[in-house]
């Protein structure tokens, strides 16, 4: 599939350049959209899709990035899932029907503490692991956001650090398209985080139990989930390279070329710099 626009549910939604396959695993019809040459790497998105992948655009040209959409988000069908994993049985199941043996993997927010369960449960394929701002842990002092707090016109700036990268994503005045996909989406998301504390116990468990070379990468003006709580990943994963980008935001890859610059270095096993634009801490 190719274009501008998917629906006016997408108002800047561009997939022009990338191919778009639906693979039927369990009966859920799972869109995966596909873009570039070389070694596979898969991306698990977060609760999201609106803003699309125009981020992967960067990476087509070192490698074949492999975006589905998860059951329940996006273009994807609807799926009896509960539990972070319910969706990573699904993907073992995807990924086996999309012939992908060894790759390297991508989670952001919500896809990140996915991609751990996937890694997890799959640890001999994934090569390489990048967790961009990844959720499920939580730490003393840093509550959740308040999302009742905010204005619904407010709302999309706290995704970004430049709220002017969002506006062409998010309508100003939404429609009902728009509207029921970000409701189907953050109920699906929300379902995900119903088992806690128990499933955060078992995301920590994984975490330690994880052998993939790993990349955990923060931007310092996240606002959905703060900087502070990297200090907790790093706990679980004290061998993982750490990364914190100066003026990044929670959609991180899609908004800030240093962070993608980054991530694909360390996906290529590239040695990654230590000076600016990329600000280093270990906690």
Same mark, same amino acid.
Request: hydrophobic share 45%.
């Given at each position: 599939?190719?274009?501008?626009?998917?629906?006016?549910?997408?108002?800047?939604?561009?997939?022009?350049?990338?191919?778009?396959?639906?693979?039927?695993?369990?009966?859920?019809?799972?869109?995966?959209?596909?873009?570039?040459?070389?070694?596979?790497?898969?991306?698990? $998105?977060?609760?999201? &899709?609106? $803003?699309? %992948?125009?981020?992967?655009?960067?990476? !087509?040209?070192?490698?074949?990035?492999?975006? *589905?959409?998860?059951?329940?988000?996006? /273009?994807?069908?609807?799926?009896?899932? !509960?539990?972070?994993?319910?969706?990573?049985?699904?993907?073992?199941?995807?990924?086996? =029907?999309? /012939?992908?043996?060894?790759?390297?993997?991508?989670?952001?927010?919500?896809?990140?503490?996915? =991609?751990? /369960?996937?890694?997890?449960?799959?640890?001999?394929?994934?090569?390489?692991?990048?967790?961009?701002?990844?959720?499920?842990?939580?730490?003393?002092?840093?509550?959740?956001?308040?999302?009742?707090?905010?204005?619904?016109? #407010?709302?999309?700036?706290? %995704?970004? $650090?430049?709220?002017?990268?969002?506006?062409?994503?998010?309508?100003?005045? *939404?429609?009902? /398209?728009?509207?029921?996909?970000?409701?189907?989406?953050?109920?699906? !998301?929300?379902?995900?985080?119903?088992?806690?504390?128990?499933?955060?116990?078992?995301?920590? =468990?994984?975490?330690?139990?994880?052998? !993939?070379?790993?990349?955990?990468?923060?931007? #310092?003006?996240?606002?959905?989930?703060?900087?502070?709580?990297?200090?907790?990943?790093?706990?679980?994963?004290?061998?993982? &390279?750490?990364?914190?980008? *100066?003026?990044?935001?929670?959609?991180?890859?899609?908004?800030?070329?240093?962070?993608?610059?980054? =991530?694909?270095?360390?996906?290529?096993?590239?040695?990654?710099?230590?000076?600016?634009?990329?600000?280093?801490?270990?906690?």
């Amino acid at each position: 599939m190719s274009g501008t626009t998917v629906s006016a549910a997408y108002p800047a939604y561009s997939t022009a350049g990338f191919q778009r396959s639906v693979i039927r695993v369990g009966g859920v019809a799972s869109v995966v959209y596909a873009i570039g040459a070389g070694p596979v790497v898969v991306y698990f $998105h977060g609760g999201g &899709t609106y $803003h699309g %992948f125009e981020w992967a655009r960067d990476w !087509a040209s070192r490698f074949r990035i492999v975006l *589905p959409h998860h059951p329940n988000f996006g /273009e994807s069908g609807d799926a009896d899932f !509960a539990t972070l994993g319910d969706y990573a049985a699904h993907y073992v199941r995807l990924l086996d =029907a999309l /012939e992908l043996t060894r790759f390297h993997l991508v989670g952001a927010s919500m896809g990140g503490a996915l =991609a751990v /369960e996937y890694a997890a449960r799959e640890p001999a394929r994934v090569d390489r692991l990048v967790l961009v701002s990844p959720a499920g842990l939580s730490a003393p002092g840093v509550p959740p956001p308040d999302f009742s707090a905010v204005a619904p016109q #407010d709302l999309p700036a706290l %995704f970004v $650090h430049d709220p002017k990268f969002i506006e062409p994503f998010w309508p100003r005045a *939404p429609g009902p /398209e728009f509207r029921a996909l970000r409701a189907r989406e953050d109920a699906a !998301a929300w379902r995900t985080r119903q088992d806690a504390p128990a499933g955060e116990a078992r995301l920590r =468990a994984l975490l330690r139990g994880l052998r !993939a070379p790993t990349l955990l990468l923060w931007g #310092d003006d996240d606002r959905i989930l703060p900087v502070a709580l990297l200090r907790e990943w790093s706990r679980e994963q004290p061998a993982a &390279t750490i990364a914190i980008i *100066p003026q990044g935001g929670h959609l991180l890859l899609d908004e800030s070329p240093a962070a993608r610059m980054l =991530a694909r270095d360390f996906l290529l096993g590239l040695p990654l710099p230590a000076a600016p634009p990329h600000s280093w801490r270990r906690y």
